[in-house]
């Protein structure tokens, strides 16, 4: 019997980072490396360390778009 492979297309769920570079943040956010880096400072947007390098958590990007809508009082 031949050996057969089904493919199935990936979900959005699927593809979305855990971890996300600074850089993609600050595309993901529409914000710039300096406005980034000064949340980070502020303890605004939650990182991690993975080794040298700094990585944005998918859900602080979530908590930290919560924390703008609430400031801003946006309700759901």
């Not at 971890?19 to 993901?28: D, F, G, I, Q």
């Not at 956010?29 to 400072?41: A, F, G, K, N, P």
């Not at 502020?42 to 602080?60: D, E, M």
Request: proline letters at 5%; hydrophobic letters at 40%.
């Amino acid at each position: 019997m031949p050996n057969t492979t089904t493919i199935v297309p990936a979900t959005k769920e699927d593809t979305r980072k855990a971890l996300y570079k600074v850089p993609e943040a600050m595309t993901l956010l529409s914000l710039s490396r300096t406005v980034i880096y000064e949340q980070i400072r502020s303890n605004r947007l939650r990182t991690v360390k993975v080794g040298k390098s700094r990585r944005v958590p998918a859900k602080a990007i979530a908590e930290f778009v919560a924390l703008l809508e609430h400031e801003a009082g946006v309700t759901a």
